[in-house]
């Protein structure tokens, strides 16, 4: 191979000008940024001798660059800048098939999104490379291009059903995607899972693009294929495998997730202000702790349960400032949390205890006790399957509810957000389970309909009275006083109404009263 000289201006140059293999430098580097990336020009002449190592060098620039959504001119991927500069674009087309249809299909669904694009990169790809390409993966791309970044739910239904055709319609076109697509999970809602998984049930073809997928040098598309993989290989039936998939990429899309069958009553206190409050922190504290496990998911769950019981402390203890400092007469809320060693969680099955302590001045006063326990997803631990399944200990399961029947889990999702589920629902999911092993697994199907959010629990928590007990047994439990069965966390809230009846007489009377 000639060597190919470099702009003097591009990032990856070797120290020695005079070395053979120095374009090679730029296949095994980081990816650039696109700006640099797009000078690259001398990577045209690699395709023929190193055509996978480019291969490999496009879909790292693919994983880092997509097309940025909310913009008014949508962006321009890597990929499509890179082949808008090819020189021998037929050339580059036979050695590349596959990326060079993709690019072609992502230039024509930038050009649909907005038709100023004709003129600029995507034109060219239009232009050069696409009368070289093949048009039905091309077509495919381009709708899998507008379903990336399409946020009406109704009109992305009609371009994954055109996605979903096509790839039933010829299976190969999906197979020959796949590191691509695995390259773009987290733009596609999870159709790369649900499709893979059906296609995979019935064609060989798609089966053997994914086990080749699992030896990737990408990182990404490896990780992703492994766990598709893991969970095609998986016990079960496959109907139950697509559910879970498509559930939680329907749920990620919804406004309200779970959303339950009525509103929340949240009333026994005639708060808004209060209810407004809770609901504001909680969601600000979980968008806080959502960002914390997208880059320390894998730490275990006590860090994550301290984390998370920081994280409210901060917002609460913001929302009250705010709201004291606009009305002196809001309510006030203190929230506090404490770590104690662990020693005897498996007594109690609690990793939270939660003392609520609520006082109108002169008319009520309650404390309140309730128990929690944590879990992370088995996607959240690099040595399990890589999917949003909770293992529950049947044993600790029980002795939660033996001294609270309102206990919660908190299910943390590979997403970082909070399910609260009823324990006893656990619990009866558990007794359906053939066998009395220890544990047993519950996954995002089983209780998609039945979490809540922790926003609509702490506040039926606070203001609902609803949750909880006030039997001595719960309250010693959840405050630990008794030494010898503790949990590990302790969360107390502390909540005032020095206006309470003032809200009572102001809203609405009871009917007949």
Same mark, same amino acid.
């Given at each position: 191979?000639?060597?190919?000289?470099?702009?003097?201006?591009?990032?990856?140059?070797?120290?020695?000008?005079?070395?053979?293999?120095?374009?090679?430098?730029?296949?095994?580097?980081?990816?650039?940024?696109?700006?640099?990336?797009?000078?690259?020009?001398?990577?045209?002449?690699?395709?023929?001798?190193?055509?996978?190592?480019?291969?490999?060098?496009?879909?790292?620039?693919?994983?880092?660059?997509?097309?940025?959504?909310?913009?008014?001119?949508?962006?321009?991927?890597?990929?499509?800048?890179?082949?808008?500069?090819?020189?021998?674009?037929?050339?580059?087309?036979?050695?590349?098939?596959?990326?060079?249809?993709?690019?072609?299909?992502?230039?024509?669904?930038?050009?649909?999104?907005?038709?100023?694009?004709?003129?600029?990169?995507?034109?060219?790809?239009?232009?050069?490379?696409?009368?070289?390409?093949?048009?039905?993966?091309?077509?495919?791309?381009?709708?899998?291009?507008?379903?990336?970044?399409?946020?009406?739910?109704?009109?992305?239904?009609? $371009?994954? !059903? @055109?996605?979903?055709?096509?790839?039933?319609? %010829?299976?190969?076109?999906? #197979? *020959? +995607?796949?590191? /691509?697509?695995?390259?773009?999970?987290?733009?596609?809602?999870?159709?790369?899972?649900?499709?893979?998984?059906?296609?995979?049930?019935?064609?060989?073809?798609?089966?053997?693009?994914?086990?080749?997928?699992?030896?990737?040098?990408?990182?990404?598309?490896?990780?992703?294929?492994?766990?598709?993989?893991?969970?095609?290989?998986?016990?079960?039936?496959?109907?139950?495998?697509?559910?879970?998939?498509?559930?939680?990429?329907?749920?990620?899309?919804?406004?309200?997730?779970?959303?339950?069958?009525?509103?929340?009553?949240?009333?026994?206190?005639?708060?808004?202000?209060?209810?407004?409050?809770?609901?504001?922190?909680?969601?600000?504290?979980?968008?806080?702790?959502?960002?914390?496990?997208?880059?320390?998911?894998?730490?275990?769950?006590?860090? $994550?349960? !301290? @984390?998370?019981?920081?994280?409210?402390?901060? %917002?609460?203890?913001?929302? #009250? *400032? +705010?709201?004291? /400092?606009?009305?002196?007469?809001?309510?006030?809320?203190?929230?506090?949390?404490?770590?104690?060693?662990?020693?005897?969680?498996?007594?109690?099955?609690?990793?939270?205890?939660?003392?609520?302590?609520?006082?109108?001045?002169?008319?009520?006063?309650?404390?309140?006790?309730?128990?929690?326990?944590?879990?992370?997803?088995?996607?959240?631990?690099?040595?399990?399957?890589?999917?949003?399944?909770?293992?529950?200990?049947?044993?600790?399961?029980?002795?939660?509810?033996?001294?609270?029947?309102?206990?919660?889990?908190?299910?943390?999702?590979?997403?970082?957000?909070?399910?609260?589920?009823?324990?006893?629902?656990?619990?009866?999911?558990?007794?359906?389970?053939?066998?009395?092993?220890?544990?047993?697994?519950?996954?995002?199907?089983?209780?998609?309909?039945? !979490?809540?959010?922790?926003?609509?629990?702490?506040?039926?928590?606070?203001?609902?009275?609803?949750?909880?007990?006030?039997?001595?047994?719960?309250?010693?439990?959840?405050?630990?006083?008794?030494?010898?069965?503790?949990?590990?966390?302790?969360?107390?809230?502390?909540?005032?109404?020095?206006?309470?009846?003032?809200?009572?007489?102001?809203?609405?009377?009871?009917?007949?009263?």
């Amino acid at each position: 191979m000639d060597h190919i000289p470099h702009r003097d201006n591009y990032p990856y140059r070797r120290q020695d000008p005079n070395c053979s293999r120095c374009c090679l430098d730029v296949l095994h580097a980081p990816p650039p940024a696109a700006n640099e990336f797009a000078t690259a020009s001398g990577l045209e002449g690699l395709v023929g001798e190193y055509g996978s190592l480019v291969e490999q060098h496009l879909l790292r620039l693919t994983v880092g660059s997509w097309i940025a959504v909310g913009r008014m001119y949508p962006s321009t991927p890597d990929l499509v800048e890179w082949m808008a500069r090819l020189e021998e674009p037929a050339r580059v087309a036979r050695a590349l098939p596959v990326p060079a249809a993709i690019a072609v299909g992502v230039a024509a669904g930038l050009i649909e999104l907005n038709q100023d694009l004709e003129d600029s990169q995507a034109g060219e790809v239009m232009k050069w490379l696409a009368p070289h390409t093949d048009r039905a993966l091309a077509d495919l791309w381009r709708d899998l291009t507008l379903l990336s970044v399409e946020r009406y739910p109704v009109e992305a239904m009609g $371009l994954r !059903a @055109r996605v979903e055709k096509s790839a039933n319609r %010829r299976p190969t076109l999906w #197979s *020959k +995607s796949l590191p /691509w697509l695995f390259a773009l999970a987290r733009h596609l809602d999870g159709l790369d899972v649900s499709l893979t998984l059906a296609l995979a049930e019935q064609r060989r073809s798609v089966r053997t693009a994914v086990k080749a997928s699992t030896r990737s040098a990408v990182r990404e598309v490896r990780r992703r294929a492994e766990g598709i993989q893991a969970m095609a290989d998986g016990s079960g039936p496959i109907e139950q495998k697509l559910f879970d998939a498509l559930g939680g990429s329907m749920d990620a899309r919804r406004h309200v997730f779970p959303r339950p069958l009525g509103a929340p009553s949240s009333t026994w206190l005639a708060s808004t202000g209060l209810e407004d409050l809770t609901r504001g922190a909680v969601a600000g504290a979980v968008k806080d702790f959502m960002n914390f496990v997208s880059r320390s998911g894998a730490q275990d769950e006590e860090a $994550l349960t !301290a @984390r998370l019981l920081e994280k409210l402390g901060q %917002r609460f203890a913001a929302g #009250s *400032k +705010s709201e004291q /400092w606009m009305d002196p007469d809001s309510p006030e809320v203190a929230l506090a949390s404490r770590q104690e060693t662990k020693n005897a969680e498996k007594a109690t099955g609690a990793d939270i205890g939660i003392v609520l302590e609520v006082t109108v001045p002169g008319r009520l006063t309650t404390r309140i006790g309730d128990l929690v326990q944590v879990k992370k997803a088995n996607a959240l631990i690099p040595s399990a399957s890589p999917s949003d399944s909770w293992k529950i200990n049947r044993l600790q399961l029980d002795t939660l509810l033996e001294i609270s029947s309102t206990a919660t889990y908190w299910l943390i999702p590979r997403s970082g957000d909070v399910y609260v589920v009823p324990a006893k629902f656990l619990a009866a999911i558990g007794a359906a389970n053939s066998g009395r092993d220890s544990l047993f697994t519950v996954g995002h199907s089983d209780v998609r309909h039945a !979490a809540v959010s922790l926003e609509h629990y702490l506040t039926d928590l606070t203001a609902g009275m609803w949750l909880g007990g006030t039997s001595a047994a719960t309250l010693a439990a959840a405050a630990g006083e008794n030494l010898a069965n503790r949990p590990e966390f302790f969360l107390n809230i502390k909540v005032t109404l020095p206006r309470f009846l003032d809200d009572v007489r102001n809203g609405p009377q009871w009917i007949g009263g």
